[in-house]
T-cell receptor, first 114, second 109 residues
């Protein structure tokens, strides 16, 4: 079974620029999550999709972050404009359904803001 | 605020010893509990899930859950240097999974 695919693996941009990350979940997984992990901290949920609908985006900084999951499969997370504090690893995860089911993570995208 | 607390460590144990990692959580209504292992520069990897009070064993790993005390632990028997990593405790609050900051484990040969 193929795992969660993410790209790119690394990205370096200057502050105020924009960046986008892509995620393809495990086949058949209805729920997709985007997390931000800052060095030394646990992953923090940014947004959760169930199929192509948003379940929770309460911690997504909506003035600069946006995400979509068209057709209920792939998802894209965008930051525009980036700030220095956005330097982190952005992790995508998926699960069969939300709640009790274990989440499986992709390799993540390491974002550095100069 | 839903919280998951872990001792940041590092926890150092000699090779072959039992490593004991602990986690407390704030919401009595939580139903699902997970332990993830994260190697430096890598993404979290699920190693154990537990849903009911008591112990659950999988190879060298045992997860223990005590809902009355809001406490979950992970025991690693016969610790190996390859077990050196950060261990993340995660707890569901409704449909959301909340992670602790993780405990760094170092197994010395």
């Amino acid at each position: 079974e193929a795992g969660v695919a993410q790209s790119p693996r690394y990205k370096i941009i200057e502050k105020r620029q924009s960046v986008a990350f892509w995620c393809n979940p495990i086949s058949g997984h209805a729920t997709l999550y985007w997390y931000q992990q800052i060095l030394g901290q646990g992953p923090k949920l940014l947004i959760q999709f169930q199929n192509n609908g948003v379940v929770d985006d309460s911690q997504l900084p909506k003035d600069r972050f946006s995400a979509e999951r068209l057709k209920g499969v792939d998802s894209t997370l965008k930051i525009q404009p980036a700030k220095l504090e956005d330097s982190a690893v952005y992790l995508c995860a998926s699960s069969l359904v939300s709640g009790d089911q274990p989440q499986h993570f992709g390799d993540g995208t390491r974002l550095s803001i100069l | 605020q839903k919280e998951v607390e872990q001792n940041s460590g590092p926890l150092s144990v000699p090779e072959g010893a039992i490593a004991s990692l602990n986690c407390t959580y704030s919401d009595r209504g939580s139903q699902s509990f997970f332990w993830y292992r994260q190697y430096s520069g890598k993404s979290p990897e699920l190693i154990m899930s537990i849903y009911s009070n008591g112990d659950k064993e999988d190879g060298r790993f045992t997860a223990q859950l005590n809902k009355a005390s809001q406490y979950v632990s992970l025991l690693i028997r016969d610790s190996q240097p390859s077990d050196s990593a950060t261990y993340l405790c995660a707890v569901t609050y409704g449909n959301k999974l909340v992670f602790g900051a993780g405990t760094i484990l170092r197994v010395k040969s």
